[in-house]
C-alpha cells in the first residue's frame, strides 16, 4: 500500500470552527478526535520531511500523483564510458527499452520491426458481441435481370457484403411495460390471459438487466447512488436498496462458481498475492468498541493464480485478514499430490506466511521502483541500475515465450549475471562511502540486497514469475471502486462484492466476454448450480456453443 494512505482527511472549514472552539476551551468529543488528527497528520509530515529530498518527492507524489515509472528511449542518466560497476555501472544510452510491466509480444529487441501504421479505424471483425443483421435485396437475387434500362446483363452475389456498425445509446437499465388482455368467464368465472410475446419470461428483472447492473457497479465501478439518480433523470427509476438486491441475487448464483474457482486455485502452479485497503462501516464501528492493541485494520487481499495450462483466476476477498493469511487458507484446500507451489509477492511481511511450505520469490518491478523515485535526485546511480534492471526485462520479453526449462536457462545465462553484478556494484558503493546508508537511495540498495535471493528465484525455480506485476493490475478495479463508492456498508456486502469481482476480473484475465459469459451463466443457474465446473469463466465458448450442452 502506498505510504499515507491512512491519514486522516481534514476539511479546512472545520478546523477553523475548530480554533474557535479551542480559544473557547469548548471541545466535544468529535472535535477532540479532530485535533488528535491533525496532530498525527503533522507528526507524519514531520516524520516523513526529516528524511529530506527523497522523501519530500515522495511526499509530492502522494499530493499530487505519481507519474509513469516508465523511461524514454535514450533516457539515461548513468554515467557515460564507465565500464566497471563499482565505478558506477556500464551506461546503456540506449535506456531500457522494455521496463516492468511491458506486455508488449515483441518477438525480440534485436530484430524488432517498426509498427505499421494504420488507418485509424476499427473493422467490423473487432465487435464480436455485436448483434448481427442480415439483410437481403426485397427484389433481386443471384441470377436476377439487372434493374438498369437497356441492360441485358445479370446480377450476382459478391463474396463480401457492404457491412457497417451502428451504434446506439439508451440507460443501462431499460424498462419495458406489459399489458395483457384479460378476458374472464362470466359462468365459470375461469380467467384468459393474453399471452406474452415469444421469449419474454414473466419476471420482473431479465437476466441482461441483473449483468448490466453488476458490471455498471463493479466494473465501471460507478456508486448506486449515481447509477440511480441517471435511472431517475432516463424516466426508469432504480432505487439503491433494488440495485443492492440484484447484486446479492448475482453473487448467489455465481457462488457454486466461486467456491469452484477457489479449488482451481489452490492447486495452481503460481500464486501472486497483494493487499490494498478497504472501508467497510461496519467493521468501523467495531473498531470502536476494541481494545488498544487489536487489530483494526481492513483490507482488500488480491490473489492471481496461475494453473499450468495457462488458465488465470482472480480471487477478492474483504476483511481483516492480509494476504499471507488469506493464501494459508486457500492452500489448506490443495491437493497433497500437487509439487510445491510458487508464491510471489513485494516485500511487505502481510504477504507471506509460515504455515504452508513454498518457493516464495519477490517482485523485481518494487525493488526497480525505489530507484525509479530517485532518478531525478539520484540520476546517475539510479540510471545505471534502471538502465541493467530494463536488460533483464528485455530478456524476459524474448524468454516468456519459451518453455520453462529453457526460459529458467536463458535467464540464468544472460540475466543472473547482471543481478549479481549489480549487487556487487551496491555493496561497493556503499563500502567506499559514496552512497549514505540511511540516506533514500541507501535504503533502496539495502532492499535489493535484504530481498536478493528472492529476487532472483526466477533464474533458479522453473516457472518462477519475475514480478508481481499481474496482480497489482487487478487491484485497480478495487481500488477503483473504493474511490468511487468510498465505502462498504457490511461485512456481507463487501464478500458480495469480492465474489462478483472474482468472476468478472477472471473472464477478463482469459480473454472472454464478460457480459454474454454472465447471462449465459444466469439463464442457467439450476445447472450451475448442480455442477460448477462446467461453468467456469475460461471455459466458456460462447453461448451459442455452449447452450446444447447446458440443455443436455
Known amino acids: 500500500m502506498a505510504e499515507g494512505e491512512n491519514s486522516p482527511k481534514i476539511d479546512p472549514a472545520e478546523v477553523e470552527v475548530l480554533i474557535d472552539r479551542v480559544k473557547q476551551n469548548k471541545l466535544n468529543q468529535r472535535e477532540a478526535e479532530l485535533i488528535a488528527g491533525l496532530l498525527r497528520t503533522l507528526l507524519y509530515l514531520l516524520t516523513q520531511l526529516q528524511e529530506k529530498t527523497a522523501t519530500i518527492r515522495r511526499l509530492q507524489e ?6 509513469s515509472e516508465k523511461r524514454k528511449k535514450g533516457e539515461s542518466k548513468a554515467i557515460e564510458g564507465q565500464a566497471k560497476p563499482d565505478q558506477g555501472g556500464e551506461s546503456d544510452n540506449g535506456g531500457a527499452r522494455n521496463q516492468a510491466g511491458n506486455d508488449e509480444g515483441e518477438e525480440g529487441f534485436e530484430k524488432k520491426a517498426s509498427k505499421k501504421r494504420g488507418h485509424g479505424r476499427v473493422p467490423a471483425s473487432a465487435y464480436p458481441g455485436a448483434k448481427k443483421i442480415y439483410c437481403l435485396h426485397p427484389e433481386l437475387s443471384s441470377g436476377s435481370q439487372c434493374p438498369t434500362p437497356d441492360c441485358q446483363g445479370k446480377v450476382y452475389r459478391l463474396s463480401r457484403p457492404h ?10 437499465i431499460n424498462a419495458t411495460h406489459y399489458s395483457q388482455e384479460t378476458l374472464k368467464c362470466k359462468v365459470c368465472d375461469r380467467v384468459y390471459e393474453a399471452p406474452l410475446p415469444e ?16 458490471i ?9 447512488y449515481r447509477r440511480s439518480g441517471l435511472q431517475e433523470l432516463s424516466g426508469i427509476p432504480l432505487p439503491i436498496s433494488t440495485i443492492q438486491e440484484r447484486c446479492a441475487a448475482v453473487a448467489q448464483a455465481v457462488l457454486p462458481i466461486y467456491k469452484e474457482m477457489e479449488k482451481a486455485a489452490a492447486n495452481a502452479k503460481i500464486l501472486y498475492g497483494d493487499d490494498t485497503w478497504v472501508r467497510i462501516q461496519e467493521l468501523k464501528k467495531e473498531n470502536k468498541r476494541k481494545k488498544k492493541g487489536e487489530r483494526v485494520g481492513m483490507y482488500t ?29 486457500l492452500l489448506e484446500k490443495r491437493e497433497k499430490d500437487q509439487p510445491r507451489v510458487i508464491r510471489m509477492g513485494d516485500a511487505a511481511p502481510a504477504n507471506w506466511s509460515t504455515k504452508q511450505e513454498s518457493e516464495d520469490c519477490a517482485c523485481l518491478a518494487h525493488a526497480r521502483r525505489k530507484f525509479a523515485e530517485l532518478e531525478k535526485t539520484h540520476p546517475r546511480p539510479c540510471g545505471y541500475a534502471l538502465d541493467e534492471i530494463g536488460k533483464i526485462y ?11 526449462e ?51 528465484q526466477f533464474c533458479r525455480v522453473l516457472g518462477a514469475p519475475i514480478d508481481n506485476n499481474i496482480v497489482e493490475r487487478a487491484l485497480k478495479a478495487p481500488v477503483m471502486i473504493r474511490k468511487n463508492s468510498y465505502f462498504y456498508k457490511t461485512g456481507n456486502g463487501a464478500g458480495i462484492g469480492g465474489i462478483i469481482l ?26 450451475a448450480k448442480d455442477n460448477p465446473a462446467s461453468f467456469l469463466p475460461w471455459l466458456y465458448q460462447g453461448e451459442e456453443r455452449e447452450q446444447p450442452r447446458a440443455a443436455a
Open 62 to 67: 502522494m499530493i499530487f500523483g505519481r507519474k
Open 301 to 329: 487481499t488480491g490473489i492471481v493464480a496461475e494453473r499450468v495450462d495457462g488458465v488465470k483466476i482472480a480471487l477478492y476477498l474483504n476483511g481483516r485478514r492480509h494476504t499471507g493469511e488469506n493464501v494459508d487458507r
Open 502 to 527: 472474482s468472476v468478472l476480473i477472471t473472464c477478463r484475465l482469459n480473454g472472454k466476454n464478460v457480459w454474454s459469459y454472465l447471462i449465459w451463466v444466469l439463464r442457467n443457474a439450476a445447472e
Open 163 to 172: 457491412q457497417f456498425i451502428q451504434f446506439t445509446g439508451a440507460p443501462v
Open 199 to 214: 421469449g419474454i419470461k414473466p419476471q420482473k428483472f431479465d437476466e441482461s438487466a441483473d449483468v448490466g447492473i453488476v
Open 406 to 456: 529453457d526460459r529458467q536457462a536463458y535467464h540464468e545465462k544472460l540475466s543472473l549475471p547482471i543481478m549479481s553484478k549489480l549487487r556487487q556494484w551496491m555493496k561497493q558503493e556503499i563500502e567506499d562511502k559514496r552512497v549514505e546508508p540511511n540516506s533514500g537511495l541507501g535504503k533502496a540498495m539495502a532492499y535489493f540486497e535484504n530481498q536478493y535471493e528472492l529476487l532472483v
Open 394 to 404: 528485455e530478456h524476459e520479453a524474448v524468454a516468456r515465450r519459451m518453455s520453462d
Open 216 to 224: 455498471d457497479h463493479y466494473l465501471a465501478a460507478t456508486p448506486a
